[in-house]
């Protein structure tokens, strides 16, 4: 019986990205469907009761919610392919440590810095910067965050090359070369080209937002 | 042979999670108790980047994070499995999981520094979380079906410290209304394991009335 895979998403979210780009790397078909958050489906209401949120994976019937808990188990339902968490525990342990967080730390640092201004803009900026440098440290001389090859951390932090690129694109040359260089690497993957939204599209819609909070 | 340490607090629930974890697998390990207010080297060396306990240091190579410490600590020891094998459950563990640190942790520290009207509204947040836990545990005894796992862990601290928040006069739960979810807390706390893992009652109540008693005059100074 063949797999029917859902995604319900919304095309700017870097938590949807993971997801698109898991999906990709392992040659996963899949419907797409676009959710007005300011109008959510039905569906979404009822594949995600508890946070309402996407992305959420519907897979033959069954939701699975929580991006980092969708890739997870891409990772374990389509295990022929493409292992996305590393085969040893240890490393495994350090992946999800990792990713846990730029979620933690990441996150709310990067919408501030898209949704305020002055100074408490230049603190978040600070503190997304700083989470980076951190994971940077990680990088060390690998390729990927996974070793030789992309995995489960590279694709979870690669959503945010949207932040890094429009607000520290002097800093990063200057201070964070490894990372500039990986995010070279990233981009030039058919599937994360693929998975992520265009660059201007992008601007656009945060501008959009800084507009709705009267900010300009 | 193994080398297993945990660095924690004797009140941590975070900490907590991961003795139950070891306990129910029959690992032997060594605890190192940390004063947080004077962290020590070895805690700073094997946490730089949150210098928090949990940590679980096994053969000299550190995990923090303790949902992250419980998936390593299943992986490695193979007796009683936390996480089933089926990724659908899988991903629904670790759901409930990260639905008790996300929301309902906040949820419920948030009527704990709190009284009066303020403290009201706040338990419509706790309310709203455990109607979704009443739902998840329809035809269950636990979250792990018929024994405990993963998700219970993760959840345990709720049956755990329930007590001690009515003790201090916060009661975060009517059974007539979470007869479910009751249920299971007293289910749970039934558990050897959890049973004699649990931190000392008193002193957890006076640190508790403690803290309490420190937010509520930070909000309201006379």
Known sequence: MADEVVLLDFWPSMFGMRVRIALAEKGVKYEYKEEDLKNKSPLLLQMNPVHKKIPVLIHNGRPVCESSIIVQYIDEVWKDKAPLLPSDRYQRAQARFWVDFIDKKMYDASTKTWTTEGEEQEAAKKEFFEALKTLEGQLGDKPFFGGDNFGYLDLSLIPFYYTYETFGKSSIEAECPKFKAWVKRCLQRETIAKALPDEKKVLEHASGMRKNLVLE | ?222
């Open chain 2, 1 to 222: 042979m193994a080398e297993v340490k945990l660095l924690k607090t004797w009140s941590s629930h975070f900490a907590l999670r991961v003795v139950w974890a070891l306990k129910l697998k029959g690992v032997q390990f060594d605890s190192i108790e940390e004063d947080l207010s004077n962290k020590s080297p070895l805690l700073l060396q094997h946490n730089p980047v949150y210098k928090k306990i949990p940590v679980l240091v096994h053969n000299g190579r550190a995990i923090s994070e303790s949902l992250v410490i419980l998936e390593y600590i299943d992986e490695t020891w193979k007796q009683y499995p936390l996480l089933p094998d089926d990724p659908y459950e899988r991903a629904r563990a670790r759901f409930w999981a990260k639905f008790s640190d996300d929301k309902v942790f906040p949820s419920i520290w948030g009527v704990f520094i709190k009284q009066g009207k303020e403290q009201e509204e706040a338990f419509a947040q706790v309310f709203e979380n455990f109607s979704f836990l009443e739902e998840e545990l329809k035809g269950k005894k636990f979250f792990g079906g018929e024994k405990i796992g993963y998700a219970d862990l993760a959840l345990g601290w709720i049956a755990e410290r329930v007590f001690e928040l009515e003790e201090i006069g916060v009661k975060v739960i009517e059974k007539e209304k979470f007869p479910l979810v009751s249920a299971w807390m007293q289910e749970f706390l039934k558990v050897p394991v959890i049973k004699e893992s649990l931190p000392p009652h008193e002193k957890l109540v006076t640190k508790m009335r403690g803290i309490r008693e420190k937010y509520l005059g930070a909000a309201h100074p006379k």
